[in-house]
């Protein structure tokens, strides 16, 4: 403030003189305090002056003297800025205040809300008006403002049901779940002011002018227990020992009244941050061992208590614990138990939701079942998948892998048991329980027994039905049949095959091949999958059921190498171990690639997607089988093309020759170390004729022990190299015989004259060997042909190539033209179809037509001399 006006007001009622002496007496004295004060005591100096101006100003004095004089336009804008900080100076309110003020607001905001009809916000707002209270709450009573907004709230909402049901016109979906949260929220919090709400109806006015307040209990948050009133008999236990606390140190206690509330609170606050699952999962024990507990609160309970289990394993990478799993799969086979003794109780899904926490449901009139939401074949699903989690991330070398998978029994168990149930479900026609969940859980228990052999499943199902009561039997697959596991795939496969369609159907197709291929029935297995025609339509499925059909494949070709049939197990296994990717395309390994540009997502689902190892193909054995192969195919095709160089050169197996020719180039061969070196070595004898010893080097190979009858399969192997040897001698050594005795044969090759006589009549009648066999003196007889020499041979080899160049040019030039015949012909008529036509027969002149005139039809015959004696 200035000094000026500060002056002029102490000295208002003196003299000018005095007036002037105290102006300059107190300019000085300033001046002197204004160096040895501190800012604060000059702010309290000008407060002083403020309200000594302001109180002279009340008492309506005037100013006199020379003060009126001394007056400047910086003291009216310093009056300017004090009236108008009188103007700006706000009440000091309590925090009390504030906070009723906040939720007068939030008030405002619900009543807003209510007028135009958004839920979405008058969710928020109860929310918040629900956090505001608990703040509010003095001495246990609840504001008559929050009392109102709340009792006014349930009724508005109570006419807007009301009026949704008889309106044809629906809500938007997020109105209608706005809606439905104040819907479950508004009644379970009205329940704790019910005395006030009533009083507040009853009376509306004299309510809110009443002085008193009716005392409310505190409201409890979502995330926290209540605590109910506890018992004498529960109160006398816990003074002998400890009891269970909440966060705020209060004992907890658990009746069978408030089991489904303690269930609300968890369900509600699943999935949210800070939340101890462990912690859920221990007051779900607890409320499971609370008696007497009704089958319906059974249910529930379980129900919650393993999705919350499985919630420990839900994160990207991260398995289920082995003992929460383990503990899932008995609170799974318990609510199977009570569901096959409570049988007015059914579990399915769409059933409603039952809201009212304070009073259990009943059976409806007219119906006889009570229906409690939710999927049992989902859990079993879910399960199974945490079971098939937790063998990928177990090391399968070690005894842990093999303890883990002793639970599959069990998991078994509780499929079928799961079955038998929905097989139950399905005979009430009532209860509209869809098809494809009894296909879901039937297509689960044939994913278990496809890739075992039949001694395995029928120890299965051996304990699987000492699991129910004698009583029990399944529609499906009948006791009676379940100790052959041949009857079991095909009843299961033919099943889904008959009441499903897309994945499921394929599925069940692909795992009946597999069964049949591994006990080795291999037509049956064959002509299935032709007749599926599953190889023309696999891509558009999805990759789990490719990988499927990739195993399939593989299984059906080890089957007919089992049964000997070398061209058909190499035909079959050429598309998977000709590419190189088999660990990928089995799904039995990432195949690391130097170059490729794989995103963290797509390696982390592609791991997610890989095999158990107990599932696994032996890959070594797999490589075997196909290099085993395309050597007795591909030796004797060799000797072939290098006798005869009119044999247009064909290649079966690409892999197989460039590991072969990689083998002839090395300087230096040492002993083989591995199977692809003794399958290698073995060719280079089998090549040279000495079939004993690329024998010994195939029979030598230990992979072989892991097959079944071992013994067997190198006797047929013995066999084929004998018979292919064989071929390659003969190819290899024709040109140089003009007869050769059968006998010469059987005795070189150790084979019956018989066998050796039917090898040879099967290459003549094939155009194989320009021969003839002398059946009356049991020699071949070798026909001369026209011997080429090597000069002639490269001729023609430069003339086949000089053709396929020619053929490829006019492709392209058709391709470049587009059919236009005449576009590079010269004026003289003298272009391609001349050429072609004189030189190269029909061929060249049909596709330029030089020739301008065309016959009827759209055809053109140009064919040389031939041709103008046609025209002629």
């Known amino acids: 403030m200035s000094r000026f006006f500060r002056g002029g007001d102490d000295s208002s009622t003196d003299s000018s003189s005095e007036e002037e002496e105290v102006y300059t007496s107190e300019e000085e004295e300033e001046k002197v305090q204004a160096e040895d004060e501190s800012s604060s005591e000059e702010e309290s100096d000008e407060e002083e002056s403020d309200e000594e101006s302001s109180s002279d100003e009340e008492e309506g004095t005037k100013k006199k003297g020379a003060s009126r004089f001394l007056q400047s336009d910086d003291e009216s804008e310093e009056e300017e800025e004090e009236q108008s900080d009188d103007e700006a100076t706000t009440k000091v309110k309590s925090a009390k205040d504030k906070r009723f003020d906040e939720l007068e607001s939030t008030i405002s905001q619900i009543q807003n809300g209510q007028k135009i009809n958004d839920w979405s916000l008058i969710a928020n707002e109860f929310d ?26 349930e009724d508005f909402m109570n006419e807007t049901l009301a009026k949704q049901k008889v309106t044809p016109k629906k809500m938007n979906a997020t109105n209608a779940r706005g809606l439905n949260a104040v819907k479950q929220r508004i009644r379970k919090n009205n329940k704790e002011y019910q005395t006030q709400i009533d009083a507040y109806r009853k009376d509306a006015d004299a309510f809110m002018e009443s002085d008193d307040e009716v005392a409310a209990p505190k409201v409890v948050s979502k995330v926290r227990f209540e605590a109910p009133v506890v018992s004498a008999e529960q109160q006398e236990e816990d003074d002998k020992g400890f009891s269970t606390v909440d ?25 949210k941050k800070n939340t101890d699952r462990l912690e859920q999962i221990k007051v779900m024990e607890t409320l499971n061992k609370v008696v007497p507990i009704t089958p319906y609160q059974k249910i529930r309970v379980l129900q919650t208590l393993i999705s919350a289990r499985f919630d420990l394993g839900a994160g990207g990478a991260a398995q289920m614990p082995l003992d929460q799993w383990k503990a899932a799969e008995r609170d799974l086979a318990s609510l199977l138990e009570i569901l096959e003794k409570e049988k007015d109780h059914v579990v399915v ?34 399960l199974d998948d945490e079971l098939t989690r937790s063998l990928q991330a177990i090391d399968p070398h070690t005894s842990e892998y093999i303890d883990r998978l002793t639970d599959e029994g069990s998991l078994y168990n509780t499929i079928f048991r799961g079955l038998l149930y929905y097989e139950h479900l399905r005979k009430d026609v009532s209860l509209e329980v869809p098809q494809e969940s009894l296909n879901r859980i ?20 051996e304990n699987a039905w000492k699991q129910v009561s004698a009583e029990a039997d399944s529609e499906i697959t009948p006791r009676s049949q379940s100790g052959d596991a041949g009857k079991l795939i095909n009843i299961l496969s033919n099943y889904l095959f008959e009441n499903s369609e897309g994945i499921i159907r394929a ?55 089992r049964k000997g049939l070398v061209y058909d197990a190499q035909n079959t296994l050429q598309e998977i171990c000709g590419s190189g990717r088999q660990k990928e395309l089995l799904a039995q390994g990432v195949m690391i690639q130097r170059y490729s540009q794989v995103t963290p997502e797509q390696e982390r689902l592609e791991k997610q997607r890989q095999l158990p190892f107990h599932m696994h193909i032996n890959l070594e054995l797999l490589e075997c ?132 006589s039917a090898v040879v009549s099967k290459m003549i009648s094939h155009e194989e060997l320009a021969a003839a066999l002398d059946q009356v003196t ?32 006019e492709r392209t030039l058709e391709q470049k033209t587009q059919g236009s015949a005449n576009a590079f012909s010269r004026k003289d008529n003298r272009g391609g179809g001349q050429r072609g036509g004189g030189q190269r027969g029909g061929r060249g002149g049909a596709r330029t037509g030089g020739n301008p005139q065309r016959q009827a039809g759209g055809t053109q015959f140009t064919g040389g001399a031939l041709g103008n004696a046609v025209r002629g």
Not at 667 to 684: C, L, Y
Not at 786 to 808: G, M, N, P, Y
């Open 128 to 153: 918040k008006l629900n956090r505001q209270v608990v703040k509010l709450q003095d001495g246990s009573k609840a504001p008559k403002s929050y009392i109102k907004a709340i009792a006014d709230l």
């Open 247 to 271: 966060s705020r140190g209060k004992v907890v206690q658990y009746t069978p009244e408030s089991i489904l509330k303690h269930l609300r609170a968890i369900i509600e606050s699943r999935g």
């Open 349 to 382: 899904e769409g059933a409603e939701e039952w809201d009212d926490d304070d009073k259990l449901p009943t059976i409806p009139e007219g119906e006889k079942y009570l229906k409690v939401p939710g999927s049992v074949v989902s859990l079993i699903e879910r």
């Open 442 to 461: 039937i297509q689960r228990r044939l994913d278990h027994v496809y890739y075992k052999p039949a001694q395995v499943v029928k120890i299965l199902e």
């Open 507 to 561: 599925r069940a197709m692909l795992c009946q091949i597999y069964f049949l291929a591994l006990h080795d029935e291999y037509y049956k297995s064959r002509d299935l999958m032709l007749t599926s025609h599953l190889q023309e339509t696999i891509a558009n499925f999805d990759i789990a059921t490719q990988i499927l059909y990739n195993r399939t494949l593989v299984q059906v070709g080890l089957c007919a190498f």
């Open 625 to 756: 089988v196909y290099l085993t192969c395309s050597m007795l195919l591909e030796i004797p095709l060799l000797a072939q093309t290098g006798s005869s160089p009119d044999v247009k050169k064909r290649i079966i197996s690409k892999t197989y020759r460039r590991m072969l020719e990689y083998h002839e180039r090395q300087i230096f061969t040492g002993p083989p170390e591995n199977t692809r070196d003794h399958v290698m070595q073995a060719s280079k004898a089998l090549a040279a004729g000495e079939w004993k010893k690329a024998t010994d080097f195939i029979h030598s190979i230990k992979i072989w022990d892991l097959m079944p009858n071992t013994e067997g399969i190198k006797t047929m192997l013995a066999k084929q190299i004998q018979e292919e040897g064989l071929r390659t001698y003969l190819f290899t050594y024709a040109p140089f015989y003009d007869t050769l005795a059968i006998a010469t044969l059987s005795s070189m090759f150790e084979l019956d004259s018989r066998k050796v």
């Open 778 to 809: 049991e020699t071949v007889i070798f026909r001369k042909g026209v011997e080429l020499s090597r000069l002639q041979s490269l001729a023609l080899t430069l003339s086949d190539k000089a053709s396929s160049l020619i053929e490829t040019n």
